[in-house]
């Protein structure tokens, strides 16, 4: 059934008619519970959004109009088809929500998390022309997906005979755990080479348990598994095994999903001091090491006056983290204005409620540290906005002669990151831009070399987990057609 | 999971292991180097691969006890399992017919000298290595090295054994002798400090080999980070070798005490737990 067929169908026309539209818009946005801010900025663990309720989910879902032109599904970067698990939701049918999210996402209830639906579908909905709030479409599909788990009846999808094919995923992130889902559902025999000791890319390693909690990856992970994913963890494809390797090996198409896990820094005065370090390794030592926990032989410096350079998501994952670390400050330093941080609107929230000092319209020139080479002040630039550029963003420019100094005792740098190289520099004939980013075709994301196939940040340099999750899905189905009209 | 086929004692604090790893065992180069961990909650350290038998599918490491990490790893026995390994990471070390060549080495930097002195052997080169430590009892390896050196040169600071002196005092006496067309040093940063400056004195081309502090190994953290020639490096994925003269020395100790505080604090603990067991 195609979208208007599905919109036509008997239920959701009496569901339609079971409300008036003004009726819906007069209904007020759903808050999200949360924890208690000042209880939660010294839990490490916890996840601050606590999830809506059966009751909360059913009432925010009669908000939506059900349009009949969807302008959200083209806000969202999948086209999941938004009404329709919107609608399931109103009407009690919680698992065919879920189910119709699947349809189109892999990582629902990861996505229902961290998409920055205020840029994306949420952006596009009906409700903002009336001067209303938007569906809470996040919190929905969260919902769904959180239903879905709980339940305890996930459905493992329906795998298709083995065709004893062997493809091969290289990481284990978004892009390659979706990737490696569709492939299994096609009967393929899916091997994922993963670089570290643990699976979920990013979403282990960056993304905080604040904000997403690993079980709700490794939930994802067993599915895959139980589907016949194979997983193959500290194994670097271009140095334990190279990708000519696989070839010989048999593999007949491989997916390069390796991630953009290379911290950039700036290259100021004092930046090699000791207690300055990039956003990777401060969340690596965090989340991956568990250096929180005095279990764990991995140290981390617990800062007490922290600064984090930059106002991405992973800035704030950072500043958060320091906080829930016991920083008595914590603090973002961000060189433009609050207006133009690419972090998720949610997380700039919480972070201000847990008492976050955002230094905007500030830049670092340089770190000054003790005779034990401890970093101890920064000296900041302070920026003023210039006229819009090309991209029609305001840029800062600097204040001539106007710096501040402040005391601090660890500073985590979060001003982007690069694409992996050890791939790119590993393949011959693989074209890659001047960014380290892959080059391929952007509707089958097959490479210049005809096996070789990629997507996620490796393709789009930092982007987002539900782009990184579509590239995975498309590449998939590209390299199905591939292998079936070679052979 | 990789499997421990033998363990053998080179001294109380020096232990070498053999351990299943087939993939790592083929791919692996002189200078290459693995991150290992020891239990679910277990920190990631570098250790070079000492060697590597295809046959057996095995690797050599040679761990020198020093914290809490290498003496988890220490205290297995043949048949335990290394809960994670990962390699061969890092650049391979650029062998081949350079003439005379002197390796410099001491203290944890020892048994990745191993492979290299092996691989510039092979090449063809006259190998002196110099081997210092404070005192006797503290030289490690000494007969290994033997096999693949054309000279072993030992220093003690206090003179119990060999020649009394430092590890420069060795690599000055063979320059002097005769001519030396690269000096390789692996050992603690001040060592290589000091060996670097004597070295460019005499103006004998240099590598050092930085044991940096590191988090992944795979150059996604920056941890290992060192100034070389004005520019930061990532010792794990551009090294961990590097032309010793252009090496910011100071700062590499620098960073290299970052975590001492915490190191001494987990240390104290661990061994507070191993003695009420
Ligand atoms: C702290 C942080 C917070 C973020 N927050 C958000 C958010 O709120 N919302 C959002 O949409 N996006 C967010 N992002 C961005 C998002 O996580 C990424 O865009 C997404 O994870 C990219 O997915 P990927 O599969 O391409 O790569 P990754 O998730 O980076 O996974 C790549 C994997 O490949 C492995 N690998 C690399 N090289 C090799 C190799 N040679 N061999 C084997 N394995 C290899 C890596 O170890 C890694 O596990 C955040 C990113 C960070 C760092
Ligand atoms: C590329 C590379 C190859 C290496 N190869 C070997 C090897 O083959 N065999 C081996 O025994 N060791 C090797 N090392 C050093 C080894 O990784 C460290 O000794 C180990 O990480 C110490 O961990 P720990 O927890 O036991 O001690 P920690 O508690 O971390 O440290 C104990 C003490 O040692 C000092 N220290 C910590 N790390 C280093 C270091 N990297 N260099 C010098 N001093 C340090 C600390 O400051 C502290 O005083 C290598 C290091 C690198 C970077
Ligand atoms: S645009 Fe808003 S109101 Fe319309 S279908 Fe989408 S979520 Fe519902
Ligand atoms: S150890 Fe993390 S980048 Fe080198």
Redesign the interface.
Known sequence: MNISEERAQAWRADLRSSMKAKERTEIPRVHMPELDAEYRSHSRLEEVNLGLSAEQAMLEAKRCLDCANPTCMEGCPVGIDIPRFVKNIERGEFLEAAKALKETSALPAVCGRVCPQEKQCEERCMHLKMKKESVAIGHLERFAADYERESGSISVPTVAPANNIKIAAVGSGPAGLAFAGDMAKLGYEVVVFEALHEIGGVLKYGIPEFRLPNDIVDVEIQNLQSMGVHFVTNCVVGKTISIKDLEDDGFKGIFVASGAGLPRFMNIKGENLVGVMSSNEYLTRVNLMDAANPESDTPVFKGKKVAIIGGGNTAMDSVRTARRLGAERALIVYRRSEVEMPARLEEVKHAKEEGIEFWTLHNPIEYIGNEQGRVTHMLLQVMELGEPDASGRRSPIEIPGKTELIEIDEVVVSVGVSPNPLIPQSVEGLEVTKWGTVVVNNDTMQSAVPIIFAGGDIVRGGATVILAMGDGRRAAKAMDEWINKKS | MNKIVSKEYFSANVIKFEVEAP??AK?RKAGHFVMV?V?L????IPLTIADADLQKGTITLVVQKMG??SS?LCALEAGDFI???????GKATHIENFGTVVCACGGVGTAPMMPIVAALKKAGNRVITVIAARTKDLIILEEQMRINSDEVIVMTDDGSYGNKGLVTNGVESVINREKVDLCVTIGPAIMMKFVSQLTKKYEVPTLASLNTIM??G??????C???VGGK?KFVC?DGPEFDAHLVDFD?ML??L???RD??RE?NELYKEALSSK
Request: hydrophobic share 35%.
């Open positions: 993939l790592i791919a961990k239990g909650k277990g920190e990631r809490v990490s988890k809960t994670d390994m990962v390699g061969p990471l988090v992944d795979t150059g996604m953290c920056g941890a980070r060192v100034s930061t994925v700062e620098m960073r005490g970052g975590y915490i190191e987990e």
